[in-house]
């Protein structure tokens, strides 16, 4: 109930919501005070958060009345190298300086990334937002397990306590209680989960070496 609701509100936001949120990361970075940066943080998460939400309410509009999950994922990619591509032509960022051995660091994160975003939509097209999203809120799961099992890693007790909330709480709920169940739409979601998982374990690894 409260997820339905919750899409619903969301579902009638648009980009313009986000403008008030925009026009304060512009000014900020000109105030050198600790509370400013303290708050530019903030307005990142704030903006990340609102952006994720409408990508996701608008990529299952889209996944509704075309539901091509590849072609779409193609595109979105096309669309964003274009953006950067001009960004780059322009000025507005600078053109990052590369050699072989980047991509190579760049090449596992960036395979981990494409598949848990692939999974994660295939999920949307399949299910409601709301349902994929509770299923991907099994991500912290999914990384001390892995963590556990594949890299020797160790954790307190109660952070294993910790996790029963999540999966029997939340996901198993949201599975079992799912009248318009779909076995593709909930594996979607555990893929994805266990490929963000990868792409943050890659991420770290190459963290610690350059450390």
Sequence with gaps: ????????????????????????????????????????IGLYFAMWWALNVLFNIYNKKVLHAYPYSWLTLTLSLAYGSLMMLISWATGIAEIPKTDTEFWKTLFPVAVAHTIGHVAASMSISKVAVSFTYVNKSGEPAFSVLVSRFLLGETFPVPVYLSLLPIIIGGCALAAVTKLNFNMIGFMGAMISNLAFVFRNIFSKGHEREGC
């Design 1 to 40: 109930m409260i997820s339905s609701y919750f899409c619903k509100s969301v579902s009638g936001m648009n980009y313009y919501a986000c403008l008030p949120m925009l026009s304060l990361l512009i000014l900020i970075p000109f105030v050198k005070s600790e509370s400013a940066k303290k708050a530019k």
